[in-house]
């Protein structure tokens, strides 16, 4: 996705889809391996752990029963099968119970973990995107400052070849009161040509 994206002209940062990119997290999240894998194996198997767990208990006890039938058979001491049928069935519970604590300790911490990762990667992601968004901003912002200024260069230069075109406006001459009229009247008769001889 990264390669396919556009690229920043003269610079090395890529423009990404942010959402697509959060949607390639979300699959990642999904398909990460093994320990969440494994995690969820062991909740789904928890129910059969703990029964095979029982069931290694229920033959340990068996064991101890006939163990302390056969010591009150041979030696009469009733009382002391009795007791460690008693330690051994103890000892088992809280071996059970040892072991589903940690199993869930070790769930939870596989969880936090995961969590911890994917939001880390999201912040990444989404500081990425900023500093990509940010980047195009200030590249978008420096051409349309050049482009501006290359118009008012333009501008500029187009003012000045007009005024370079207009005519300047030809001087008066100061009228001499000395002057009859009859010269005046007689050049305003004249033809363009023989003004412009005349002057």
């Known amino acids: 996705m990264i390669l396919d994206s556009p690229r920043i002209p003269l610079s090395r940062r890529t423009l990404v889809d ?17 320990a969440f894998q494994e995690a969820a194996e ?17 033959e340990i006890l068996e064991t101890a029963e006939r163990r302390a039938a056969q010591i009150l058979d041979e030696m009469g ?3 002391q099968a009795e007791l460690e049928a008693q ?7 809280q071996e059970c119970e040892t072991a589903q604590e940690q199993t869930m300790a070790d769930i939870e911490r ?20 900023e500093e990509i968004q940010q980047g195009a901003d200030d590249y978008a912002d420096r051409v349309l400052k050049e482009m501006e200024q290359q118009l008012s260069d333009m501008i500029r230069v187009i003012r000045n070849g007009r005024q370079q075109l207009q005519p300047e406006p030809p001087p008066q001459k100061p009228r001499d009161s000395a002057t009859p009229s009859v010269n005046r009247s007689s050049q305003a008769t004249k033809s363009p040509s023989e003004r412009s001889k005349s002057q």
């Not at 942010?18 to 093994?34: A, K």
């Not at 062991?42 to 229920?58: D, F, P, R």
């Not at 330690?87 to 519970?93: D, K, L």
């Not at 990762?117 to 999201?122: F, H, K, T």
């Open 110 to 129: 596989m969880r936090r973990q995961a969590q911890q990762e994917l939001e880390e990667m999201r912040r990444r992601a989404i500081a990425e995107s």
């Open 87 to 93: 330690q051994i069935r103890q000892r088992v519970q």
């Open 18 to 34: 942010e959402e697509q990119l959060l949607d390639q997290l979300d699959l990642i999240r999904l398909n990460l391996p093994t």
């Open 77 to 79: 001491l009733l009382r």
């Open 42 to 58: 062991v909740v789904h198997h928890k129910e059969e752990l703990l029964s095979e767990a029982e069931q290694y208990a229920q």
